[in-house]
């Protein structure tokens, strides 16, 4: 849910910083957390002329959580910045490289990934430590003065106040927050002793799955015996922090709403009993959270600044709440100390930050969302599910695991039914009575250069070019079952002898000189969304002249006051569409296509009769999701019946409309369930384009998630697509089990051959990617110039 912004907030002063004195000499930091207290430190470090105060309302031990993970990269920036705090980490660090992950009493470890991690409490004191002895007044159990107050007294205010900000809180209008509670419930603890590795473990209860997430960051006393359970003092046989989390209707069935803190803790430790050798568990004042993620449009107004969660959040399964907070504090002290004054600073700092935040909070938000939906994954064998869990964020992936765990990832691949030597991408998969000789698709792409709606030469080349760059499986455009059914003039069509002429030239030649190669159509109908110019003319705009009229499932334009407003569709319309989808399906079965698509997503007519936010009928076509999908499946339904029995048929939806109101993960569910019951083969998953309006998501296979949902919900074949880039993606998807295909657009544009590419730059060289006679003495890397130099033998003194 988000909350909303407060309006009305006071007005930030600007700086006070004279003209003679560009740099911030009087400085506030409100909270005394890791990012404030290693921005006063720096601070001070670089200039100990400045006057630096914190303000922190708890005591010099009160903290959340107990231990504290940081990368190699954090510390590497830590080193360069202020040595001294760096040493007195790296005496405290404990350091392992294994995961643990236990799926239904297995326990399977993947090594190589190198953890550091120290308890909170012991970095805090070693924060307070250099600020006082660089001279940084530190004020505990003392709230800090309004920011608004302190600004007209400092030259920078520094609000590293948390997730529960009060100078955001106090200043929505200047800071613009967005913040989303998410679905899960967990809690802080710690065990007295430490966990050999990091540790992911699942009970499966009568009330729904709960997960563990545990690593340790005390090491035992030396002398310990770890046979020994812990006594005395705390640390004799190191500690470990541990997460437990559920989903919000599994933690309220399972009564823990109601438990206080100790019942909580109790409840805790008997379900994970065997995670810890039936030792307890312990609180710090731990209670049961659900997650928000803290977005702000802007990070500073006037010379008061966010840093860390006060700026922005990130799940704790990817470890990166308090690494973010130092690389925030070393950016905005070196921003301050490189830049002119202080609005250039403060502009610097956001600018560096925002796009390495915006990627952790897009891998985060992946991470979370696995954990949201953790109960899907539970069925999959045990190393797929560990693979799946370990490259949830898409940060790990297969290539980077294989680096640092090649048993484990062989492992894998061997489960998921890859040949020896065979990358996940060019393992063969069938489809009824078509055997794709990898998982790669060249995805449908509207070319927008048809006449009268027949394929020329320029469909030719760039058909016939992508079925000899190596992919499984290449689908035309969207080829439009009428005339009326066209979304601009210049789209291909499949309802006139000519237009099936020309597509036989194309099959033709893929089939003679791509063998290996299949070729699939895709079939729809513009609705709504027709009548426009070229793309590259103005992409949705109404045609200048020569506009035809167009139908849907309700009268509502593309973009009210742009678009023609369609008519909706009666009974004798419907059945007039049927009988062209079942006409283009004959047509399409004698130019000799390996497969057929129905394109029921992006808004198009089929499209607009799922999604609720088109379809506002009142007849049997509209309302329910049943009835929504009545028509899509009657139209589904007469094209399976003259579709040849032995060759597929997919359907692609629009899995989300990016649209309050819209069609919801959940829909898409359930529209794969009913597609896959009448007959189809597999769900090409993609999102949106639905309305004008729509709030999409993007980032790095933004839109998988929705095919990996709905193939691990149903257990039928997805397709995914959107933003898939790398064949290194290719495989994480495919072993991982979020996809069984994977369509890819632009990086075919880009490249023709791509997946020809892919195997050579794998080293691959087997009947998953052929290449053709004419182009094999290409098949191997160009080499390229010399760049090492030669490395010295001897060292002469």
Not at 139 to 165: C, K, M, Q, W, Y
Not at 320 to 328: I, R
Request: glycine share 10%; hydrophobic share 40%.
């Amino acid at each position: 849910m988000q909350s909303p912004s407060t309006p009305g907030s006071a007005p930030i002063p600007a700086p006070q910083s004279s003209p003679g004195s560009p740099r911030p000499l009087r400085v506030a930091v409100i909270g005394g957390g890791p990012g404030g207290l290693y921005a006063a430190a720096l601070l001070k470090r670089l200039d100990p002329d400045r006057e630096i105060t914190v303000w922190e309302r708890g005591a010099p031990d009160d903290t959340f959580g107990f231990g504290v993970v940081l990368s190699d990269e954090t510390l590497g920036g830590i080193e360069h910045a202020d040595p001294v705090i760096y040493g007195a980490l790296q005496d405290e660090f404990v350091r392992w490289d294994d995961i643990d992950i236990v799926h239904r009493g297995r326990t399977l470890t993947s090594g190589g990934h190198g953890f550091a991690a120290l308890g909170r409490r012991r970095l805090l004191q070693i924060l307070h430590d250099r600020c006082a002895g660089l001279g940084v007044r530190l004020h505990f159990r003392t709230p800090a003065p309004p920011a608004a107050e302190l600004a007209t007294t400092h030259d920078l205010v520094i609000a590293a106040d948390g997730v529960n900000s009060l100078t955001r809180e106090a200043h929505p209008d200047a800071f613009a927050p967005h913040i989303t509670t998410h679905r899960c419930r967990y809690i802080w603890l710690a065990a007295d002793f430490a966990f050999d590795a990091f540790r992911f473990e699942v009970a499966e209860t009568e009330f729904g799955a709960m997960q563990l997430h545990g690593y340790p960051y005390s090491r035992p006393s030396p002398g310990h015996d770890p046979g020994v359970g812990p006594s005395g003092p705390q640390d004799q046989s190191g500690a470990s922090t541990v997460i437990v989390e559920m989903r919000e209707e599994v933690w309220r069935a399972a009564g823990l709403d109601a438990c206080d803190e100790q019942e909580s803790i109790d409840r805790c430790a008997k379900i994970f009993a065997d995670a810890l050798d039936g030792r307890p568990l312990r609180g710090n004042k731990s209670a049961w959270i659900a997650f928000r993620t803290v977005v702000n449009d802007h990070w500073s107004h006037g010379n008061t600044v966010l840093l860390g969660d006060a700026a922005h959040t990130a799940h704790f399964s990817i470890g990166s709440g308090t690494k973010l907070a130092v690389e925030d504090a070393l950016a905005l002290a070196a921003c301050v100390e490189e830049q002119p004054d202080l609005p250039a600073a403060l502009a610097a700092y956001e600018s560096e930050r925002r796009p390495v935040v915006e990627s952790t909070q897009r891998a985060a938000a992946a991470s979370l969302r696995w954990f949201e939906e953790l109960g899907t994954y539970l069925d999959q064998p045990a190393r797929q599910f560990a693979f799946n869990l370990l490259t949830r964020s898409r940060r790990v992936t297969h290539d980077n695991l294989r680096l640092r765990d090649p048993g484990f990832t062989d492992a894998v691949e061997r489960d998921f039914g890859s040949p020896p030597a065979t990358p996940p991408m060019f393992t063969p998969i069938t489809l009824r009575g078509l055997t794709l000789r990898n998982r790669v698709i060249v995805s449908p792409m509207d070319m927008y250069s048809a006449k009268d709606g027949v394929p020329g030469d320029f469909h030719l080349v760039h058909l016939g070019a992508r079925s000899l760059g190596g992919a499984g499986l290449v689908m035309t455009e969207m080829v439009c079952v009428s005339a009326q059914g066209r979304i601009t003039p210049g789209c291909t069509g499949l309802y006139t002898p000519e237009q099936g002429a020309s597509w036989r030239r194309v099959t033709d030649f893929v089939h003679l000189h791509a063998p290996g190669t299949a070729i699939g159509v895709q079939l729809g109908h513009s609705g709504r969304k027709g009548s426009t110019k070229l793309m590259w003319e103005g992409m949705d705009e109404p045609l200048d002249e020569g506009n035809w009229p167009l139908v849907a499932a309700s009268p509502l334009s593309y973009r009210p006051g742009v678009n023609q407003v369609p008519q909706a569709l009666d009974r004798a319309g419907l059945a007039e569409i049927r009988e062209q989808f079942a006409a283009a399906t004959r047509r399409a079965d004698e130019c000799g296509f390996d497969l057929l698509e129905l394109h029921c997503a992006h808004g198009y007519l089929l499209s607009g009769f799922l999604s609720p936010l088109t379809n506002q009928r009142t007849d049997a076509y509209g309302g329910s999701l049943e009835n929504r999908l009545r028509f899509p499946l009657e139209v589904f339904d007469a094209m399976r019946a003259v579709w040849p029995d032995d060759r597929p048929m997919t359907v692609r939806v629009s899995a989300t409309d990016w649209a309050e109101g819209g069609t919801t993960a959940e829909d898409a569910v359930e529209m794969a369930r009913a597609f896959a019951a009448h007959g189809a083969d597999a769900i090409d998953v993609s999102t949106g384009q639905v309305v004008s309006d729509e709030q999409p998501e993007f980032g790095r296979s933004y839109q998988t998630p929705y095919a990996d949902r709905i193939r691990n919900a149903l257990g039928i074949p997805v397709i995914a697509v959107g933003a898939i880039s790398s064949w290194d993606d290719v495989n994480s998807l495919l072993l991982a089990g979020r996809a069984d295909l994977c369509a890819l657009a632009r990086p075919h544009l880009f490249d023709p051959h791509w997946t020809l590419h892919a195997a050579a730059e794998q080293n691959y060289k087997g009947p998953g990617a052929i290449w053709p006679d004419q182009y094999a003495a290409g098949s191997r890397m160009p080499p390229t110039g010399r760049t090492d130099a030669p490395k010295p033998r001897l060292t002469l003194s």
